[in-house]
């Protein structure tokens, strides 16, 4: 059972540029969190999402951040127009529940954005 | 505000040495807390979970600890080895969350050297 895949591993954009992060979360996985940690710091929780929903984005920016789970696919954390502040890790991670109980959350290698 | 606070920042320690790092946290009402490991450039990884009513887990030289009333945490690390070398995070769900959020703290960086 392969775990959570993320890709690309390392994205260089430049500034105004679109970024597009691909998550696939574990085989028989529902459930798909976003978190971004910036240099320095911890991770930041940004959207959850189970399959064509989003339950949860409250960590996200109102502008410029979106992201989708689709039926068919993986889920996509999209960032538009970037700029240098959102150079950071992105980590996907899955789980089989919500992780409200003892599901555990399984993490990917992450995404490293670069913005020139 | 919900928060988690771990100490110390960082820490270094000689190969075979014991250490223990400390979480304390304002989550409430709190429903679980986890310690991960992060490897620098990797995702992190879950070493324990426990629930409100659990004083403590083990999972091989890792061993954390949890006082509910107090709200404190900690995680022992026995015999320490080279590969022990990363970030240690804590991080705590609220039970009044229904999205299964997780609140991270900052870590505490450990470096074991030889």
């Known amino acids: 059972n392969a775990g959570v895949m993320q890709n690309p591993r390392h994205l260089v954009r430049r500034r105004g540029q679109e970024a597009r992060l691909r998550c696939s979360p574990m085989?028989?996985?529902?459930?798909v969190y976003w978190y971004r940690q910036l240099p320095e710091e911890g991770l930041k929780f940004m959207v959850y999402l189970q399959k064509e929903n989003i339950i949860d984005e409250s960590g996200m920016p109102k502008e410029r951040f979106s992201a989708e789970f689709p039926k068919e696919g993986p889920s996509i954390l999209r960032i538009q127009q970037v700029v240098r502040g959102d150079s950071a890790a992105y980590f996907c991670?899955?789980?089989?529940?919500?992780?409200?109980?003892?599901?555990?959350?399984?993490f990917g290698p992450g995404t490293r954005l670069t913005v020139t | 505000k919900n928060q988690v606070e771990q100490s110390p920042q960082s820490l270094i320690i000689l190969e075979g040495k014991n250490c223990t790092l400390q979480c304390n946290y304002t989550v409430s009402p709190f429903s679980n807390l986890r310690w991960y490991k992060q490897d620098t450039g990797r995702g992190p990884v879950s070493l324990t979970i426990?629930?409100?009513?659990?004083n403590t887990k083990s999972n091989g030289r890792y061993t954390a600890t949890l006082d509910a009333d107090t709200k404190q945490s900690s995680l022992h690390i026995t015999a320490s080895q080279l590969s022990d070398s990363a970030s240690y995070i804590c991080?705590?769900?609220?039970?009044?969350?229904?999205?299964?959020?997780?609140?991270f703290g900052q870590g505490t960086t450990l470096q074991v050297k030889p």
């Open positions: 426990m629930t409100f009513s659990e």
């Open positions: 991670a899955s789980s089989q529940g919500l992780a409200l109980g003892s599901y555990e959350q399984y």
């Open positions: 085989k028989g996985h529902s459930h």
């Open positions: 991080v705590v769900s609220a039970k009044s969350s229904n999205t299964g959020k997780l609140i």
